[in-house]
């Protein structure tokens, strides 16, 4: 089975960075997305990584730790478009996703 | 298509009707997920397919669902006998072939029992 932990919402200025982390226990592990979900909207594809470390893409970058079950995303210069729910996904005999995290950005 | 179409957009129906669920793929992809949606919660995976085989289907809440895919294209979940707690958005999404590809998300279905 796959346990996914993530905080449920966070709340940042304009400008400012935040960092969503993620905790996952999962059977198997194929790689780790990270999704964005506006509200009454579908989900979006914002980032996948297999390897541990780094990827940098534009203002949002993705973390992973595979022998700690543990990603995170990092917004920064946040903008106000930003406000969404940010979904963890852990890809392993299936893709399940995190309950999600609401990021607020007040100006 | 150019991307995944589901319809309807919105249903609404009475307890203990039938329903159906209709989703396009995106041309090409053989990897077809169904998710459900209830409001604020975060996505229930429900069944996978690859082509028209569904390796997983051990999310399906209970017996009154069930989901095909023919042609190893468009997939219709049914749900039988509709329950209040059944309401929420259905969300179908699409991959190139179900290994390490994102997922394309539809609009979603949101279904409404009264």
């Known amino acids: 089975g796959q346990n996914i932990d993530q905080p449920t919402e966070m709340t940042a200025t304009e400008g400012a960075i935040v960092q969503i982390n993620c905790t996952y226990q999962?059977?198997?592990?194929?790689?780790l997305f990270w999704y964005q979900q506006h509200a009454g909207e579908a989900p979006t594809f914002l980032s996948y990584?297999?390897?541990?470390g780094l990827e940098e893409k534009g203002r949002f970058s993705s973390f992973l730790s595979r022998s700690k079950g543990y990603s995170y995303l990092l917004l920064k210069e946040l903008q106000m478009k930003d406000s969404a729910s940010y979904l963890c996904?852990?890809?392993?005999?299936?893709?399940?996703f995190g309950a999600g995290t609401q990021v607020v950005v007040t100006p | 298509g150019a991307g995944v179409s589901q319809s309807p957009s919105n249903k609404v129906t009475e307890k203990g009707k039938d329903v159906e669920l209709r989703c396009d793929p995106i041309?090409?992809?053989?990897?077809l997920y169904w998710y459900r949606q209830s409001l604020g919660q975060g996505l229930e995976f429900l069944i996978y397919?690859?082509?028209?085989?569904?390796?997983?289907k051990s999310g399906l809440p209970s017996d009154r669902f069930s989901a095909e895919r023919t042609g190893g294209s468009v997939s219709t979940l049914t749900i039988q006998r509709t329950q209040q707690e059944d309401s929420a958005v259905y969300l179908c999404?699409?991959?190139?072939?179900?290994?390490?590809?994102?997922?394309?998300f539809g609009s979603g279905t949101q279904l409404s029992v009264l």
């Open positions: 996904a852990p890809l392993g005999g299936k893709l399940q």
């Open positions: 041309s090409g992809h053989t990897a």
């Open positions: 990584n297999v390897l541990d």
């Open positions: 397919f690859q082509g028209n085989s569904a390796p997983d």
């Open positions: 999962t059977s198997g592990f194929n790689g």
């Open positions: 999404a699409s991959s190139l072939d179900g290994r390490n590809e994102k997922l394309f």
